[in-house]
């Protein structure tokens, strides 16, 4: 049975409240050092969590190169451990961080895969979410939010 680091679960879970409540310096810190620790121990979830919740933070930031990389080694991650869901929300993401950047058709191919990602994964509130975002690029060719 895999046995989880506790401290690389609790660094998790301080920077997700860190995010949750807007401390976005004290939550990039924190998963920094937990993606460090994940990486060190070979733990492809935890670095998947780390990755997905660095591309928030910097997204968040406005910091789009950042963003994308953290987003790009979640979905490798995600497609490694040939975990969907996290599949479908990186895809989501990148598109989201596309928009962001300006690139408009790369963004609808992202989110237009990700709503069938998670139509396939018999998702419906993700690919609505996703759907939404995909018709507010489509109506606008602006950035949109998540």
Known sequence: MFQQDPLLVH??????RAWQRGDLLD????LQRALALAEAEQNHTAC???HQLLGHVAHVRGELTVARRHHRAALRNSRAMGFGIGIASSLHNLGLVAAGEG?????CALVSAAVTTYTRLRQPESA???????????GSGRTVER
Do not use: G, I, T
């Open 11 to 16: 660094l998790l879970d301080v920077a997700f």
């Open 27 to 30: 939550a990039r810190r924190l």
């Open 48 to 50: 998947l969590q780390a």
């Open 103 to 107: 690139r408009h058709q790369r963004a």
């Open 128 to 138: 609505a979410n996703a759907r939404a975002n995909l018709e507010r690029l489509a």
